[in-house]
């Protein structure tokens, strides 16, 4: 996941990386609208904690000079209250950039050609020969399978689809 700093700062890089990866460019667009409502947020919080911090010591003084502050404490009652339903806000904008903010994948290096799948990588270089097999040989998911330490099927009865189990020596392993 992207720190919330570098998506808000270099949000046109991160914008010519979604473009890069073929990607939903309103991804970024939500992402940073949640964000500017969440700090603006967070200033006026800040701004209302600072009003009653000096509303406080007010009461304080008019305490000690043995005063009436039923009008002040009011007021900072309701400073209170308008400071925690601005907080509960706050929390569910925070879950929602968070939400965000994990569907907005890592910037690619430059060097990384742009391309809409797999099919269109470029082949930089290549080590070694491709090894040749006398038989077809297995993807290792199928010799797990056969070997009875991984369960598909059951995996994705208690799991939903794209899961496996591992069982036996596979949990062991």
Request: aromatic share 6%; no cysteine.
């Amino acid at each position: 996941m992207l720190d919330v700093k570098i998506v808000r700062e270099n949000a046109p890089k991160v914008e010519e990386s979604l473009r890069k990866r073929n990607y939903d460019l309103s991804i970024l667009d939500r992402f940073l609208k949640i964000e500017n409502e969440r700090r603006e947020l967070l200033r006026l919080i800040e701004e209302k904690r600072e009003q009653r911090n000096k509303i406080s010591q007010e009461i304080a003084t008019l305490k000690r000079e043995k005063k009436d502050a039923v009008s002040i404490l009011a007021e900072a009652k309701n400073i209170s209250d308008f400071i925690t339903e601005k907080e509960d806000r706050l929390k569910v904008l925070e879950e929602e950039a968070r939400q965000e903010l994990l569907i907005i994948p890592n910037i690619p290096h430059e060097s990384v050609p742009k391309g809409k799948d797999e099919a269109e990588n470029v082949e930089i270089r290549k080590w070694g020969a491709p090894r040749e097999f006398d038989f077809h040989p297995l993807n290792h998911w199928d010799i797990a399978e056969m070997h009875g330490i991984i369960d598909f099927e059951r995996a994705s009865k208690i799991a939903g689809a794209r899961f496996s189990l591992m069982k036996g020596m596979g949990a062991k392993l």
